[in-house]
């Protein structure tokens, strides 16, 4: 039979690796939504080995990359403003989210090594080409942090993308929208107001649908 001071020992053992474990688990749960991104992002390469160049241009991929964000995790709400920012374009320029007020706008989270950003990508060319003339902005926020500007680059002449492309270099803007999976589109409508958070790929259908919300 144990001691009393022995008993006593192992019990504040154990209740220090109990509460190990859950200090541990928090930090994991609370790590910003970039840290959990470039963690799980491919090494990009300057020789473009991305494993994009093995999916085929058809491949329906529908499925988010990462899991999406938790309710009650601080996700973002349709019908809420949507959090103004300032981000440096793939041309140099400087661009704000706020001076398109009064326009629809679509920010669409992507990076050059997601698969299912590729399968997506030309509906949201097509949407746009088809409604730029009704004042749509297509804001193509790349994942800087966790991709190589030569794949970025490469994407973008592939696509033809000809809306802004921005660099989120330190996953500022993908925090504050809490991206948890990619791509991410977030529509905003002329009120500079959400009207709908689209987590994975788009079919064609739903990009004209949500499109045709926020042109109203």
């Not at 541990?24 to 491919?42: E, Q, T, Y």
């Not at 499925?63 to 973002?76: D, V, Y």
């Not at 706020?98 to 590729?118: E, K, T, Y």
């Not at 000809?162 to 500022?172: C, I, K």
Request: hydrophobic fraction near 50%.
């Amino acid at each position: 039979m144990r001691s009393e001071p022995e008993v006593r020992m192992i019990v504040l053992m154990g209740a220090g690796l109990v509460t190990g474990l859950l200090i541990g688990l928090f930090m994991f749960v609370w790590r910003p939504a970039s840290a959990r991104l470039a963690l799980d992002a491919p090494q990009a390469s300057a020789q473009s080995t991305s494993p994009l160049s093995a999916a085929g241009a058809d491949t329906p991929v529908v499925l988010a990359t990462q899991a999406p964000a938790l309710p009650g995790f601080g996700a973002l709400n349709t019908g809420s403003a949507a959090p103004d920012f300032t981000l440096k374009a793939l041309d140099g320029s400087d661009v704000t989210l706020s001076q398109f007020r009064g326009q629809p706008v679509l920010i669409n989270f992507w990076a050059s090594w997601c698969l299912p950003c590729r399968a997506e990508m030309p509906e949201l060319v097509r949407a746009y080409d088809a409604h730029k003339a009704e004042d749509l902005v297509i804001l193509a926020v790349n994942f800087t942090v966790g991709d190589a500007l030569p794949d970025v680059q490469a994407f973008v002449d592939e696509f033809k993308m000809t809306f802004p492309v921005l660099l989120d270099e330190d996953g500022a803007v993908a925090d504050l929208y809490r991206v948890r999976g990619l791509p991410l589109s977030v529509f905003i409508n002329r009120e500079g107001a959400i009207s709908h958070i689209q987590i994975g790929a788009m079919t064609g259908e739903q990009a004209d649908e949500f499109v045709g919300e926020i042109l109203k």
